[in-house]
C-alpha cells in the first residue's frame, strides 16, 4: 500500500477547517481562542454563507483574527466593533455580519456601542470571549475578572469594593428587546465544543432570519494571564469562572429563560 | 445696489423670519442674499438679531459692524444697535416698550407702531409683517410682488392661506410708518 | 445647477448629501451642526434614495460606524462639532490608516474644553496637522459660503475614493447657520452593491467570493511593514498637494498688502479688503480653498509682490505658522484673529492691517515681541 492509496476522502478522519488560513495561530497553546476561531469557520462554511461574510475584528489578543479566518474582516477600534457591525449591517442587509470581541474589547472600552448595538436589534451576531484578562497586553485586569482574582493591576486580588464587580455582560444585553438570542458556552472539552458550535449556528441562523441580535459567550482560559498550564487553566475555569458565569440559554427566540 | 441691515429684538417677535422673507425676496429679484442670525440659547426669551444683505455684487462678509439700516424692536437692541448706523443711515423701530429714544442726528430715523397695529388688526403674529411693510415703505429694495413670492417660498404650503392677511399687514406697516425727529422727544409728555 | 434654494449652510451640506447619493450618513448632535442630521432625518432619505441616516449613541460610535460603512465601500459621511471631533479623532486615524474612503464634516465652535457654541477656526491645527495619533493628514476643504457647503460634499467625496483617504470640510459656525442663497444639483443615484462590488472588489469587505479575501486594517506589527504603509500614504499626501490645491485670489494683481484668510474669515477679510481700497490701500485675498494641501508655493511667490501679509483667522494663530513657513521670511508676516467665538469685523480687520504691517515700526520682529493676540 502506497502513500496515493491511503490519501482518500473515505479514510480521511480529519481536515483542517477549511475557512482557517495557514497561518500559525498566534495564540498560546492551550488557549481556547482556536477553538472558538475554528468553531465560526465551520459554521459558515457549512451553512454555506462565507460570500456574504462580514467579520469585524477586534482589538485585543484576537485582533489578528483576521490573519487566520479566510474570510472578508475588517479590524475595529478598541470596543467599536459593534458599531462598525451596525453600519456594515444596515448598507448590506443581507449579509451575515459578526463581531469576534474579547470581554476588555466588548464589556470595558466599548460597553456603549454593545449596548446601544444591542438596543437597536441590529441583524448581528456578536462572539463574546470571555476569559477574564487582558492577555494580550499582559495579564491586567479585565471588567470579568473574577472577585479575589490576581492581575497584573490587581495584583492583590480583585477587590470589590474599589473595583467593582464582575460584570455579566450576556445577563445584562438579554434584557435588552433588541436581543433575540443570548446564550454562554465553553470549548475546553469536545462536547462543549460541539453545544457551542450548535450556538454559532443558530445565532447565524437567527441573522438570516433577521431577527436582531444573537450574543454567544465563550467562556474561556487563559493560561498565559493566569499564569497556569493549559490544563490547571481549564480545571480553574471549571472550578471558578462556570459558577459565577454560568454556561446555558439565557434568551432564546426572544424570551429569557 | 447694496443693503446691510441689522434687524433685531427680542427672540419670538419674528426677527429671524423677516429676515428670512427679506432674504427670499430679494432672490426673488435676482440679488444675492446673505442672512446671518445670532444663534445659540439666546434664541427664545433673550435678544434675537439677523444680519441680511441684499446685493446685486458677490457678498463678500456675512457678519458687519456697521449697517445701512437698522430696524429695532426692543430697547436692548436700541442699546446695541443705534450706534452701528452708517452715517447717514436708517433706524426703523417700533416705540412700544422703548424708553430711551434714538439721539443720533446723523441718521434717518423712523417709527412703526407694529404691535399696536398688528394687535388692531388681530393677530399679534404679523407683526413682523408690518414692520417689514414700513421697512419697505422707506426702503422699496423688493417689489411687493416679490415679497409674496418669497412668503410663499418661505412658507410651508399648510400655511400658504395666511399669505393675504401677510400682504394686509405689509400694506398696513407701508401707511403707517412716520418719520421721527428728535425734537418730539424733548417734548413733554 | 437645478434647484434654486435659500438655506443655512448646513442644511445645504445636507441636502447635498442625498442628492449626491451618499449611502449613509452616522451622527451625534452638537451646536452648531445639528441642522445636518436634523435635516437628513426629516428629509427621509431612506424613502428618496435609500440613503441610510441613523443617529449614533455617541460621536465615537458614528466615526466607528462610518469606518465599517467605508470597509464595504460605500460613501459615507458624519458631521459634528469641536468637541466631538475630538471624540471623532480615534476612527478618524484609523481610516486613514486603515485608508478608507470617507468625509467628515467639522463646523467648528469655540474652544477649548466645552467652550462656547460661536464660531471659531481654532481647529486649525487639529485639521491640517494630523489631530489623531500617527503619520497622517486629511485633506482639507474649507467652505466659505452656503454655496461652496453644498458643492463641496461631492468635491470631497471625489478626493476620498481617488486616493483611499478620509477628507475633512471644515466649515465654522457661521458658515453652517447662515442662509445664503444655493444652486442644489440633480438627484444622482446611489451606486448599486453590484456596481460597488466591482469598482472597489479588490480592497473593500462584501464578502469573499471566488477573489482572496480582502481585508481592512490599519495594523502592522512588523515595522517594515508599517513603514511602507506610512510610505504610501506619504505618497497619496505628495499627490494631492501636486493634483488637487485649491485656492482663490482676490485682488491680488496689484496688492501691496496681503491678507490670507479661509472660511468665514475669508469672507470677512474680503470685505476688509473692499474698505482698504476705499481708503487707497491696495490689499488683495489669497484664500486657500483647501487648507491641506496648502498654497505654499502661491504664497512664497506673492511675497516677492507685497510689502505685508496678515494672517486672518478666528483663532490665536495657527494658520499663521504654514503662512511663515511658506513665505520663507522673504516678507513680515502677522496675525490677527478673535477668540471665544468673537466674530472680526471688517473695519477691525482693516485696523489690524494697518497697525500690525502698514504702520508697524516692529514689523517682523517674532522673537522679541509678546504674543501677537494680547
Known amino acids: 500500500m502506497n502513500v496515493s492509496e491511503i490519501i482518500k476522502p473515505e479514510n480521511q478522519v480529519f481536515c483542517k477547517t477549511k475557512l482557517m488560513t495557514d497561518a500559525t495561530l498566534s495564540y498560546c497553546p492551550g488557549c481556547g481562542h482556536g477553538t472558538a476561531h475554528n468553531l465560526t469557520m465551520e459554521v459558515i462554511d457549512e451553512m454555506g454563507i462565507v460570500a456574504d461574510t462580514i467579520g469585524v475584528a477586534p482589538v485585543g489578543c484576537s485582533v489578528l483574527a483576521y490573519d487566520f479566518m479566510n474570510i472578508d474582516m475588517t479590524q475595529a477600534a478598541h470596543g467599536r466593533a459593534p458599531a462598525v457591525a451596525t453600519a456594515i449591517s444596515r448598507l448590506w442587509p443581507n449579509k451575515y455580519v459578526f463581531t469576534y470581541q474579547g470581554d476588555g474589547d466588548l464589556a470595558a472600552i466599548g ?58 455582560m450576556t445577563e445584562l444585553v438579554a434584557n435588552l428587546p433588541g436581543v433575540y438570542f443570548a446564550t454562554r458556552h465553553a470549548v475546553h472539552t469536545h462536547k462543549h465544543a460541539r453545544k457551542a458550535k450548535k450556538a454559532i449556528q443558530k445565532a447565524f441562523e437567527n441573522t438570516r432570519l433577521k431577527k436582531g441580535v444573537s450574543f454567544v459567550e465563550i467562556v474561556s482560559n487563559c493560561n498565559s494571564g493566569w499564569k497556569m498550564t493549559p490544563l490547571e487553566s481549564n480545571q480553574w475555569m471549571v472550578d471558578n469562572m462556570f459558577p459565577y458565569y454560568p454556561l446555558g440559554d439565557i434568551k432564546v427566540d426572544g424570551v429569557l429563560k | 445696489m447694496t443693503e446691510e441691515i441689522i434687524i433685531a429684538g427680542f427672540g419670538g417677535q419674528g426677527v429671524l423670519s423677516m429676515g428670512k422673507i427679506l432674504a427670499y425676496s430679494g432672490i426673488m429679484q435676482d440679488e444675492e442674499v446673505s442672512w446671518m442670525p445670532s444663534y445659540g440659547p439666546e434664541m427664545r426669551g433673550g435678544t434675537a438679531n439677523v444680519t441680511v444683505i441684499l446685493s446685486d455684487e458677490r457678498i463678500s462678509s456675512p457678519y458687519l459692524k456697521m449697517y445701512d439700516t437698522a430696524i429695532i424692536l426692543n430697547q436692548q437692541s436700541m442699546d446695541k444697535f443705534e450706534e452701528t448706523v452708517k452715517p447717514g443711515g436708517t433706524l ?27 394687535a388692531e388688526m388681530g393677530n399679534k403674529k404679523i407683526f413682523n409683517m408690518v414692520v417689514l411693510g414700513a421697512f419697505l415703505k422707506i426702503k422699496p429694495i423688493v417689489k411687493l410682488e416679490n415679497v409674496i413670492e418669497g412668503l410663499k417660498k418661505s412658507l410651508s404650503e399648510r400655511y400658504h392661506y395666511l399669505i393675504p392677511l401677510n400682504k394686509e399687514a405689509i400694506i398696513e406697516g407701508m401707511g403707517n410708518v412716520s418719520p421721527y425727529t428728535i425734537e418730539e422727544q424733548a417734548l413733554p409728555n | ?67 465599517g460603512a467605508a470597509s464595504t465601500g460605500k460613501k459615507v459621511m458624519t458631521s459634528s462639532s469641536s468637541p ?44 491640517v496637522k494630523g489631530g489623531g495619533h500617527g503619520d497622517y493628514k486629511l485633506y482639507v ?40 442663497k444655493v444652486y442644489l444639483k ?32 490599519s495594523l502592522d506589527l512588523q515595522s517594515e511593514k508599517m513603514e511602507a504603509r506610512v510610505h504610501r500614504l506619504l505618497k497619496k499626501y505628495a499627490q494631492m498637494e501636486k493634483e488637487d490645491l485649491r485656492f482663490e485670489k482676490i485682488s491680488c494683481d496689484d496688492a501691496e498688502y496681503l491678507f490670507v484668510a479661509y472660511g ?51 483663532n490665536a494663530g495657527q494658520m499663521v505658522e504654514d503662512v511663515r513657513l511658506s513665505v520663507e521670511h522673504k516678507v513680515a508676516v502677522e496675525h490677527f484673529g478673535r477668540t471665544g467665538g468673537i466674530i472680526h469685523t471688517p473695519e477691525e480687520v482693516l485696523e489690524a492691517l494697518e497697525e500690525k504691517i502698514i504702520h508697524n515700526e516692529r514689523i517682523g520682529d517674532y522673537k522679541t515681541r509678546e504674543s501677537s493676540i494680547l
Open chain 3, 141 to 180: 476643504l474649507a467652505p466659505a459660503s452656503v454655496q461652496e457647503m453644498s458643492d463641496f460634499v461631492e468635491d470631497a467625496f471625489d478626493i476620498a475614493f481617488k486616493y483611499r483617504a478620509p477628507v475633512l470640510i471644515l466649515s465654522d459656525g457661521l458658515i453652517g447657520q447662515m442662509m445664503e
Open chain 3, 1 to 67: 445647477m437645478s434647484e434654486l434654494k435659500l438655506m443655512k449652510g448646513n442644511e445645504a451640506l445636507a441636502e447635498a448629501a442625498i442628492r449626491a447619493g451618499v449611502d449613509a450618513y452616522f451622527g451625534y448632535p452638537i451646536t452648531p451642526q445639528s441642522e445636518v442630521i436634523e435635516h437628513l432625518m426629516a428629509e427621509r432619505p431612506e424613502e428618496r434614495t435609500g440613503m441610510i441616516v441613523l443617529q449614533a449613541e455617541s460621536e465615537i460610535a458614528a466615526i466607528n460606524m462610518v469606518y
Open chain 3, 84 to 127: 466631538g471631533i475630538s471624540l471623532k479623532l480615534e476612527g478618524i486615524s484609523y481610516l486613514a490608516g486603515a485608508e478608507l474612503p470617507a468625509v467628515i464634516v467639522n463646523v467648528v465652535r469655540g474652544g477649548p474644553g466645552l467652550g462656547t457654541i460661536q464660531p471659531s477656526q481654532a481647529d486649525y491645527f487639529q485639521s
Open chain 3, 264 to 314: 468665514s474669515s475669508a469672507r470677512i477679510a474680503q470685505k476688509a479688503v473692499e474698505l482698504a481700497r476705499k481708503k487707497g490701500i491696495k490689499a488683495g485675498l489669497l484664500r486657500p480653498i483647501t487648507l491641506f494641501p496648502f498654497p505654499k508655493q502661491q504664497l512664497f511667490e506673492l511675497a516677492d509682490q507685497v510689502k505685508g501679509i496678515l494672517s486672518v483667522e478666528l
Open chain 1, 111 to 168: 460597553t456603549a456601542e454593545t449596548i446601544h448595538a444591542c438596543n437597536r436589534g441590529e441583524n448581528i451576531v456578536v462572539i463574546f470571549v470571555n476569559n477574564g484578562i487582558y492577555g494580550m497586553t499582559g495579564g491586567q485586569m479585565a471588567p470579568t475578572t473574577l472577585s479575589g482574582m490576581p492581575t497584573s493591576t490587581s495584583p492583590y486580588g480583585r477587590d470589590v469594593k474599589t473595583m467593582g464587580s464582575p460584570i455579566k
Open chain 2, 92 to 118: 426703523l423701530y417700533d416705540p412700544n416698550g422703548i424708553s430711551q429714544h434714538p439721539t443720533r442726528t446723523d441718521i434717518k430715523i423712523y417709527q412703526i407702531e407694529g404691535a399696536k397695529l398688528a
Open chain 3, 186 to 217: 440633480d438627484q444622482q443615484e446611489r451606486i448599486s452593491d453590484e456596481e460597488v462590488i466591482k469598482k472597489y472588489g479588490g480592497w473593500a469587505v462584501t464578502g469573499k467570493t471566488d477573489r482572496k479575501r480582502n481585508i481592512i486594517t
